[in-house]
């Protein structure tokens, strides 16, 4: 959401030209998701918040934003919850085909190449 201070720096921008009420208050508004991954000798720990919102409202507080690929890879999700599920039961299936076609468990390669020929 833009904000007069945010848009002074815009070249030939004018604070007179735009309406005041088209702008929000002075509060913040916290949005977005978190995550988090920390990479250790042994592996890699993530985390997330879990908390799905619509605008400002929440519209979930417990929802799972990590999401298990193969039995060893994860894939953390942003964004539209029902896109990122798609997407991901998607990769899901065809790492899970190409494990079995290929006779080895699917590789970290594996499943970004998958993400990618989607997104």
Known sequence: MASIASLQNFPGFSKEA???DWFPGAEEVSTGTTLV???FAGGVVIGADSRTSMGTWVANRVTDKLTPVTD????CRS???ADTQAI???VKYKL???E???GRPASVRDAAMAFKEIC
Request: glycine share 4%; proline share 5%.
């Open 18 to 20: 735009i309406p005041q």
């Open 96 to 98: 899970n085909f190409a």
């Open 79 to 81: 964004g539209s919850a």
């Open 72 to 75: 060893s890879i994860f894939c």
């Open 88 to 90: 991901t039961d998607v």
């Open 100 to 102: 079995i076609e290929q």
């Open 37 to 39: 991954a920390v990479e």
